[in-house]
């Protein structure tokens, strides 16, 4: 049995990072999930907020486990529709200026149409502003130019564009010949790909899970909610799958699955932490323990939100979050083989 199909895999995670989905306009790429989720032939429910809850009966049904992974985005909104035609933003999500100057960018307009632009330091010409580069990279400077002819508010509104329309990044996906997968928005839909192969592989081969367990897709993580509702009561055990982060004074690497302790939220739960640790030690996945400084996840959004649930979190490194993302091939592939072994072992107080 093959758990992780690397072409399959790429190709997904291609399609998903391909599809604009900032915090606050997720409806197409959940439609999208939604007709995964359909052609796997497993079912689902949506919640209010748009995510989707997909359900696997497992031989125990008193018992639940739950994993999550969100396919919400960073991004920005329209701030203002400058008089000279330009775009001012309001950021969607936690990101810095700096890692979005100069990104191509689609406006999606409240009408339906998508319109290309560039977002740029209002002084970016060094001809012309002789402090370009040493002027701060925030909203007061940051401003998107719009591709179309408008040099005026009036001009910028005629092509349909409002204070409160979404923009999107420009992924610029990339799989290189040497195994890395460079591209905006990794964070998270490498895990959501993960996820949505996993499930391709118990339909697949008819794997009868030892618990029932739920596959929540939530689009509003970014913004800190995503996961923090409709869990389901008999849910017992919450992992969430999102990226490892990389830097100074971290172990995480884009190699291996990278398991966190503790995270601003403070620490996961210990037992089922090393329940984690156990598994990739016992199936020869590679794997780094590391703590998260600046880092909260759809599982401790839902202990905060009061779900009595034993809470984790794993999943593939990303290099550079939140702004140029990479991370290798071998990173998914560990991410997979926890994922996997973890869903068929037995819950930590019922272990032998």
């Known amino acids: 049995m093959q758990i992780f199909n690397e072409k399959e895999t790429i190709q997904l995670l291609e399609t998903l990072t391909n599809t604009p989905s900032p915090s606050g306009y997720t409806t197409k790429i959940m439609k999208l999930m939604a007709s995964m989720l359909d052609d796997i032939g497993v079912s689902y429910v949506q919640t209010n907020k748009g995510a989707l809850i997909a359900t696997v009966k497992g031989k125990n049904d008193d018992r639940h486990r739950l994993?999550?992974?969100?396919?919400?985005?960073?991004?920005?909104?329209?701030?203002?529709?400058?008089?000279?035609?330009?775009?001012?933003?309001?950021?969607?999500?936690?990101?810095?200026?700096?890692a979005v100057e100069g990104e191509y960018c689609t406006i999606h307009t409240a009408r339906g149409e998508a319109i290309r632009g560039t977002i740029l330091m209002h002084e970016t010409s060094v001809h012309v502003y002789s402090e370009m580069g040493t002027l701060p990279r925030d909203e007061k400077h940051i401003e998107v130019r719009v591709d179309a002819k408008t040099t005026s508010a009036e001009d910028t509104r005629a092509l349909g564009i409002e204070v409160g329309d979404f923009i999107s990044f420009d992924n610029r996906f990339e799989f290189t010949e040497s195994g890395f997968v460079k591209s905006r928005h990794l964070d998270d839909?490498?895990?959501?790909?993960?996820?949505?192969?996993?499930?391709?592989?118990?339909?697949?081969?008819?794997?009868?899970?030892?618990?029932?367990?739920?596959?929540?897709?939530?689009?509003?993580?970014?913004?800190?909610?995503?996961?923090?509702?409709?869990?389901?009561?008999q849910t017992v055990e919450y992992i969430a799958v999102d990226m490892g982060a990389i830097g100074d004074g971290q172990q995480s690497d884009e190699y291996t699955v990278s398991i966190c302790a503790k995270d601003s939220s403070g620490p996961y739960h210990y037992e089922l932490t090393r329940q984690l640790v156990a598994l990739a030690n016992a199936n020869n996945i590679e794997y780094k323990l590391d703590i998260y400084p600046h880092y909260g996840s759809d599982a401790s959004a839902a202990i905060r939100a009061g779900f009595d649930v034993r809470h984790a979190l794993f999943g593939a490194g990303i290099e550079s979050s939140h702004a140029f993302e990479r991370t290798h091939v071998d990173s998914l592939r560990h991410t997979a083989a926890l994922l996997y072994a973890y869903v068929i072992s037995p819950m930590i107080d019922e272990e032998d």
């Open 67 to 98: 994993l999550t992974a969100h396919t919400d985005t960073l991004g920005a909104m329209v701030k203002e529709v400058k008089s000279s035609g330009r775009l001012a933003l309001s950021m969607v999500g936690g990101f810095r200026w700096n």
């Open 189 to 233: 839909k490498a895990s959501t790909t993960l996820l949505i192969q996993l499930l391709k592989l118990i339909k697949n081969e008819s794997i009868e899970l030892p618990y029932t367990t739920h596959f929540y897709i939530s689009n509003n993580e970014e913004i800190g909610y995503g996961g923090n509702a409709s869990v389901p009561e």
